[in-house]
């Protein structure tokens, strides 16, 4: 069982930038594989960015790619998500979650319900 806090949500303008972070605790968040996920009201929770336990592999939503980075640190048991470049459509709250299964099939690494633990979001606010 991993438990997760997230922090570094905020309001910023179209084209500035925020990091987000997850702090873990729990054995197994160095055996996990961590996501960060969003949800804007009114709309269904989405993938956004994972990264394997090693930290060696990443993956992306196509609306993300190259404006957002996730990192980790397990020495900290600490996930980050670089976001650059905002725009008015990243307004969501974003959640950091843990997968304990690292293997997977196509893209169901997307799937919320891949990812038994979550934390409690933090709201980012991008400003037109």
């Known amino acids: 069982q991993v438990q997760l806090v997230e922090s570094g949500g905020g309001l910023v303008q179209t084209g500035g930038s925020l990091r987000l972070s997850c702090a873990a605790s729990g054995r197994t968040f160095s055996t996990s594989a961590m996501g960060w996920f969003r949800q804007a009201p009114g709309k269904e929770r989405e993938f956004v960015a994972r990264?394997?336990?090693?930290?060696?592999?990443?993956y992306y939503a196509d609306s993300v790619k190259g404006r957002f980075t996730i990192s980790r640190d397990n020495a900290k048991n600490t996930v980050h998500l670089q976001m650059n470049s905002l725009k008015p459509e990243d307004t969501a709250v974003y959640y950091c979650?843990?997968?304990?299964?690292?293997?997977?099939?196509?893209?169901?690494?997307?799937?919320?319900?891949?990812?038994?633990?979550w934390g409690q979001g933090t709201q980012v606010t991008v400003s037109s």
């Open positions: 990264i394997s336990w090693s930290g060696g592999s990443t």
């Open positions: 979650a843990a997968d304990p299964i690292p293997y997977f099939s196509g893209t169901s690494y997307r799937t919320p319900l891949r990812y038994p633990n």
